[in-house]
């Protein structure tokens, strides 16, 4: 029997396994800090993790099933960033109450095919903008970090520069061993006082405070719809599928919606990952390859199971470390929405407005930068396409 005709073959498990080191061990650093910037405890972070990877696993054997076709899951990177990057100090029941707010206007998303549209229209450039204003912070913290831990520093980044230029794809988890390496030699490696072996869920009752839905709730939405689900759904199609756009997306909100009290900030479609499950190298039948989304989800599933340890490594981790692993995860994400926020040369300057403004941590009325970015940008926009310069000739009918 050859490959093409056999359900199961070993690079159907192995795909799904690069997938998994990749998406979960690249970002889970990023995880950690959005949890402590969020007021949680560890307790709480653990939960965060291990709600992700259900929410995460579960929808994902079921979707890839159903529809024999590898729908990939993943939890929210630039959502990640968004809270890592708050100054707020909203505490970890606004921050659920967030979440519940971002589930919320997905799952609407999904349900109402106008507003599905309407997302698909969204200028790029503003929200990339957005998004990299977002990112910024992160890697530059990576430098100004490094004098405190100068050796481990270079270290990860020549690892981190090498590797993105031999396999880009494992660049981070080869920087990430390498840390832990490192730090282990140096006595630095610990758990937190009461580490389990499993994951645990600790459900929260949510608050709920307008401001905190301006501006965490919505660009948690938005960054989420244009930056992971929207290019997840593009990824599927280049793959060759048709997949059903509204139930897709329907699901990442309930999804998040259910498992938001117990930390989860969002979860969505993936691409980087999606894109190793879904090519010929995962599996040469593509009537078949839905078999590497059930592998792919339930390794999630697995991995959330034993999520108390893996968490409380990073939680336990030197905040020096900590910033330096994670502004490297990022760089490559910054790069991207910047070379898509200065795509359209028109759009350009609204962008980089849009951009500065996030990028500041502007707080005004309680509400953060990542919401004033996208006013100012989307204003810059409205007064490029509504407003004719002086001297412009009125074109003729």
Known sequence: MS??????????????????????????????????????SPAQITSMVTALCIGIGVPGVLLSWRLKIPVVFAWSTPGAALLAASTLGLGWTNAVGAFV???????????????????????????????????????????????????????????????????ATWAIPVVLLVAI?????????????GTGLFGRLEPVMPAFDWKIA?????????????????????VLRAAGYQPPANRLILTTGISTL??????????????????????????PDPDKRWIVGVIYSALYLLVGLFAAPTAGIFIAMPPAALAMITGLALVA?????????????????????????????????????????????????????????????????
Do not use: Y
């Open 3 to 40: 490959s093409s005709t056999r359900l199961f073959i070993p690079s159907a498990f192995s795909s799904a396994a690069v997938a998994i080191v990749i998406g979960f061990g690249g970002v889970v650093a990023l995880i950690v800090q959005a949890g402590q910037a969020m007021g949680g």
């Open 101 to 167: 707010v971002a589930g919320a206007l997905m799952t609407l998303t999904g349900l109402l095919p106008v507003l599905g549209r309407l997302a698909q229209r969204i200028p790029a450039s503003v929200a990339s903008a957005m998004l990299a204003g977002v990112l910024l912070p992160f890697v530059l913290k990576l430098f100004s970090v490094m004098p405190s831990a100068l050796v481990l520093g270079l270290m990860l980044l020549a690892v981190f520069i090498v590797m993105r230029r031999l396999w």
């Open 181 to 193: 390496g490192v730090m282990a030699l140096q006595g630095d490696l610990g758990l937190p006082q």
């Open 214 to 234: 301006v501006s965490l709730g919505f660009p948690l939405f938005l960054v989420t719809l244009a930056s992971q689900n929207l290019p997840g759904l593009v």
């Open 258 to 283: 259910l498992m938001a009290p117990f930390g989860a900030h969002g979860i969505n479609l993936a691409a980087i990952t999606a894109a190793i499950c879904t090519g010929p190298e995962a599996h």
């Open 333 to 397: 994400t910054l790069s991207n929405s910047m070379t898509t926020m200065l795509a359209v040369p028109d759009e350009r300057e609204a962008a980089v407005l849009a951009f500065a403004a996030t990028g500041s941590g502007l707080a005004l009325f309680g509400i953060g930068s990542a919401f004033w970015g996208l006013v100012v940008g989307f204003a810059a926009l409205a007064a490029l396409r509504w407003i004719r310069p002086r001297g412009a000739k009125a074109t003729k009918a």
